[in-house]
Protein backbone atom coordinates (compact mmCIF):
# COMPACT_ATOMS: atom_id res chain seq x y z
CA UNK A 1 0.00 0.00 0.00
CA UNK A 2 1.42 3.48 -0.69
CA UNK A 3 1.87 5.36 2.49
CA UNK A 4 4.07 8.04 3.26
CA UNK A 5 6.02 8.42 6.92
CA UNK A 6 7.56 11.58 8.87
CA UNK A 7 9.88 10.12 11.43
CA UNK A 8 9.57 12.54 14.19
CA UNK A 9 6.38 13.99 15.19
CA UNK A 10 8.23 17.20 16.94
CA UNK A 11 11.82 18.73 15.83
CA UNK A 12 13.61 21.56 17.82
CA UNK A 13 15.93 23.43 16.11
CA UNK A 14 17.74 26.66 17.56
CA UNK A 15 17.55 30.19 15.38
CA UNK A 16 20.34 29.96 13.00
CA UNK A 17 20.42 25.77 13.26
CA UNK A 18 20.17 23.78 10.39
CA UNK A 19 16.60 22.42 9.73
CA UNK A 20 16.18 18.64 8.91
CA UNK A 21 13.11 17.00 8.35
CA UNK A 22 12.37 13.49 7.42
CA UNK A 23 10.09 11.95 4.75
CA UNK A 24 9.96 8.54 3.32
CA UNK A 25 7.58 6.78 0.88
CA UNK A 26 6.40 3.61 0.26
CA UNK A 27 5.32 3.08 -3.20
CA UNK A 28 6.32 0.64 -6.03
CA UNK A 29 6.42 3.79 -8.53
CA UNK A 30 8.41 6.67 -7.96
CA UNK A 31 5.21 9.40 -7.04
CA UNK A 32 4.83 13.07 -7.32
CA UNK A 33 6.44 14.55 -3.94
CA UNK A 34 5.52 17.57 -2.21
CA UNK A 35 6.28 18.98 1.26
CA UNK A 36 3.75 21.62 2.71
CA UNK A 37 3.71 24.10 5.71
CA UNK A 38 1.09 24.87 7.45
CA UNK A 39 0.63 27.74 10.31
CA UNK A 40 -1.85 27.66 12.81
CA UNK A 41 -5.29 27.14 11.96
CA UNK A 42 -4.99 28.13 8.74
CA UNK A 43 -4.58 25.80 5.15
CA UNK A 44 -1.59 24.46 3.80
CA UNK A 45 0.61 26.16 1.58
CA UNK A 46 3.38 24.63 -0.87
CA UNK A 47 6.96 24.60 -0.14
CA UNK A 48 8.25 22.43 -2.87
CA UNK A 49 7.56 19.43 -5.09
CA UNK A 50 9.19 16.88 -6.95
CA UNK A 51 8.22 16.19 -10.09
CA UNK A 52 11.04 13.58 -11.58
CA UNK A 53 13.03 16.34 -13.17
CA UNK A 54 15.90 17.47 -10.82
CA UNK A 55 16.47 15.16 -7.80
CA UNK A 56 17.33 18.01 -5.49
CA UNK A 57 13.96 20.65 -5.21
CA UNK A 58 14.32 24.74 -4.29
CA UNK A 59 11.43 25.53 -2.86
CA UNK A 60 10.37 29.02 -0.73
CA UNK A 61 11.64 30.20 2.32
CA UNK A 62 15.00 28.97 1.80
CA UNK A 63 13.99 25.58 1.72
CA UNK A 64 15.06 22.70 -0.25
CA UNK A 65 14.32 18.50 -0.44
CA UNK A 66 16.56 16.05 -2.47
CA UNK A 67 14.74 13.03 -4.08
CA UNK A 68 16.66 9.71 -3.20
CA UNK A 69 15.19 7.03 -5.11
CA UNK A 70 17.02 4.25 -3.67
CA UNK A 71 16.44 5.64 -0.54
CA UNK A 72 12.73 6.12 -1.05
CA UNK A 73 13.04 9.41 0.50
CA UNK A 74 12.57 13.19 0.60
CA UNK A 75 13.88 14.64 3.25
CA UNK A 76 13.24 18.73 3.92
CA UNK A 77 16.06 20.79 4.57
CA UNK A 78 16.98 24.48 4.97
CA UNK A 79 20.59 25.95 6.06
CA UNK A 80 19.72 28.11 9.02
CA UNK A 81 15.94 27.90 10.65
CA UNK A 82 14.45 31.65 11.38
CA UNK A 83 11.59 32.04 14.57
CA UNK A 84 9.29 32.41 11.19
CA UNK A 85 9.89 28.91 10.17
CA UNK A 86 7.92 27.45 13.22
CA UNK A 87 4.86 25.79 12.18
CA UNK A 88 3.78 21.96 11.24
CA UNK A 89 5.21 20.34 8.02
CA UNK A 90 3.63 17.73 5.97
CA UNK A 91 5.08 15.56 3.49
CA UNK A 92 2.85 14.51 0.85
CA UNK A 93 2.38 11.98 -2.00
CA UNK A 94 0.41 11.95 -5.23
CA UNK A 95 0.73 9.57 -8.19
CA UNK A 96 0.02 10.27 -11.86
CA UNK A 97 -3.30 10.50 -13.32
CA UNK A 98 -4.49 11.51 -9.97
CA UNK A 99 -4.82 14.50 -7.68
CA UNK A 100 -5.33 12.83 -4.49
CA UNK A 101 -3.03 13.32 -1.88
CA UNK A 102 -1.13 11.03 0.35
CA UNK A 103 -0.25 13.18 3.60
CA UNK A 104 2.63 11.98 6.46
CA UNK A 105 1.57 12.30 9.66
CA UNK A 106 3.31 16.03 10.14
CA UNK A 107 6.03 17.52 12.05
CA UNK A 108 5.96 20.18 13.86
CA UNK A 109 9.13 22.44 14.16
CA UNK A 110 9.95 24.32 17.35
CA UNK A 111 12.48 27.08 16.72
CA UNK A 112 14.50 28.13 19.91
CA UNK A 113 15.67 31.67 20.46
CA UNK B 1 -0.57 31.71 -7.62
CA UNK B 2 -4.42 30.79 -7.70
CA UNK B 3 -6.03 31.55 -4.77
CA UNK B 4 -9.01 28.72 -2.67
CA UNK B 5 -11.27 30.42 -0.05
CA UNK B 6 -12.98 28.64 2.13
CA UNK B 7 -15.94 30.03 4.18
CA UNK B 8 -16.30 30.18 7.23
CA UNK B 9 -13.29 29.95 8.83
CA UNK B 10 -14.30 29.13 12.36
CA UNK B 11 -17.69 28.26 13.30
CA UNK B 12 -19.68 26.62 16.20
CA UNK B 13 -22.69 24.85 16.33
CA UNK B 14 -25.25 22.99 18.54
CA UNK B 15 -25.48 18.84 18.41
CA UNK B 16 -27.94 18.24 15.87
CA UNK B 17 -27.89 20.84 13.84
CA UNK B 18 -26.55 20.86 9.74
CA UNK B 19 -23.53 23.53 9.42
CA UNK B 20 -22.29 24.17 5.30
CA UNK B 21 -18.85 25.20 4.53
CA UNK B 22 -17.96 26.81 1.31
CA UNK B 23 -15.02 26.35 -0.71
CA UNK B 24 -15.08 28.75 -3.99
CA UNK B 25 -11.51 29.05 -6.49
CA UNK B 26 -11.20 32.63 -6.52
CA UNK B 27 -9.41 33.33 -10.07
CA UNK B 28 -9.86 30.18 -11.71
CA UNK B 29 -12.28 27.33 -12.66
CA UNK B 30 -11.87 24.11 -10.56
CA UNK B 31 -13.36 21.42 -12.51
CA UNK B 32 -12.11 19.02 -9.09
CA UNK B 33 -12.11 19.87 -5.56
CA UNK B 34 -11.24 17.64 -2.71
CA UNK B 35 -12.53 17.38 1.13
CA UNK B 36 -10.46 16.58 3.50
CA UNK B 37 -10.47 16.31 7.72
CA UNK B 38 -7.50 17.14 10.00
CA UNK B 39 -7.88 15.75 13.71
CA UNK B 40 -6.30 17.22 16.41
CA UNK B 41 -2.17 16.53 15.79
CA UNK B 42 -3.24 14.32 12.35
CA UNK B 43 -2.83 14.38 9.14
CA UNK B 44 -5.20 15.36 6.58
CA UNK B 45 -7.42 12.52 5.37
CA UNK B 46 -9.21 12.51 2.52
CA UNK B 47 -13.19 12.55 2.71
CA UNK B 48 -14.07 12.56 -0.34
CA UNK B 49 -13.58 14.35 -4.55
CA UNK B 50 -16.66 16.01 -6.66
CA UNK B 51 -16.11 17.07 -10.29
CA UNK B 52 -18.09 19.64 -11.21
CA UNK B 53 -22.37 18.59 -12.25
CA UNK B 54 -21.10 15.23 -11.01
CA UNK B 55 -21.77 13.37 -7.63
CA UNK B 56 -19.08 13.03 -5.39
CA UNK B 57 -16.77 10.25 -5.15
CA UNK B 58 -16.20 9.27 -1.44
CA UNK B 59 -13.62 7.47 0.37
CA UNK B 60 -13.92 4.31 2.47
CA UNK B 61 -15.12 4.82 5.86
CA UNK B 62 -16.66 8.47 5.41
CA UNK B 63 -21.10 8.52 5.24
CA UNK B 64 -21.89 10.31 2.30
CA UNK B 65 -25.45 10.73 4.06
CA UNK B 66 -23.68 12.88 6.75
CA UNK B 67 -21.16 14.80 4.45
CA UNK B 68 -23.16 16.26 1.64
CA UNK B 69 -20.93 17.43 -0.91
CA UNK B 70 -22.45 19.53 -3.93
CA UNK B 71 -20.51 21.38 -6.91
CA UNK B 72 -23.18 22.85 -8.48
CA UNK B 73 -20.25 25.36 -10.18
CA UNK B 74 -17.13 25.77 -11.36
CA UNK B 75 -15.78 28.00 -8.71
CA UNK B 76 -18.09 26.23 -5.63
CA UNK B 77 -17.65 23.41 -3.82
CA UNK B 78 -19.63 22.85 -0.22
CA UNK B 79 -19.84 20.38 2.14
CA UNK B 80 -22.68 20.24 4.65
CA UNK B 81 -22.44 18.38 7.63
CA UNK B 82 -26.06 16.74 8.94
CA UNK B 83 -27.19 16.42 12.00
CA UNK B 84 -23.47 17.34 13.57
CA UNK B 85 -21.90 15.78 16.63
CA UNK B 86 -19.67 16.58 18.93
CA UNK B 87 -17.14 13.59 17.48
CA UNK B 88 -17.73 15.60 14.09
CA UNK B 89 -15.68 18.40 15.69
CA UNK B 90 -12.32 19.03 13.39
CA UNK B 91 -10.66 20.87 10.74
CA UNK B 92 -11.50 20.97 7.28
CA UNK B 93 -10.09 21.85 4.58
CA UNK B 94 -10.97 21.99 0.74
CA UNK B 95 -8.38 21.62 -2.51
CA UNK B 96 -9.00 22.78 -6.11
CA UNK B 97 -7.66 21.93 -9.08
CA UNK B 98 -7.95 23.60 -12.66
CA UNK B 99 -6.42 23.62 -15.82
CA UNK B 100 -4.24 26.49 -15.39
CA UNK B 101 -1.42 25.01 -16.65
CA UNK B 102 0.08 21.18 -17.14
CA UNK B 103 2.28 21.40 -13.82
CA UNK B 104 -0.80 22.92 -11.97
CA UNK B 105 -1.48 21.44 -8.30
CA UNK B 106 -4.29 21.38 -6.23
CA UNK B 107 -4.48 24.79 -4.40
CA UNK B 108 -5.81 24.36 -0.84
CA UNK B 109 -8.21 26.59 1.40
CA UNK B 110 -7.47 28.00 4.24
CA UNK B 111 -9.75 25.43 6.23
CA UNK B 112 -12.59 25.73 8.46
CA UNK B 113 -12.57 24.78 12.04
CA UNK B 114 -16.17 23.11 13.30
CA UNK B 115 -16.84 22.78 17.07
CA UNK B 116 -20.02 21.06 17.66
CA UNK B 117 -21.54 22.06 21.00
Known amino acids: AQSVTQLGSHVSVSEGALVLLRCNYS??????LFWYVQYPNQGLQLLLK??????LVKGINGFEAEFKKSETSFHLTKPSAHMSDAAEYFC???????????FGTGTRLKVLA | GAVVSQHPSRVICKSGTSVKIECRSL??????MFWYRQFPKQSLMLMAT?????????EQGVEKDKFLINHASLTLSTLTVTSAHPEDSSFYIC?????????????FGQGTRLTVV
Open chain 2, 95 to 107: SARGYIDKNTEAF
Open chain 1, 27 to 32: SSVPPY
Open chain 1, 50 to 55: YTSAAT
Open chain 1, 92 to 102: AVRFSGTYKYI
Open chain 2, 27 to 32: DFQATT
Open chain 2, 50 to 58: SNEGSKATY
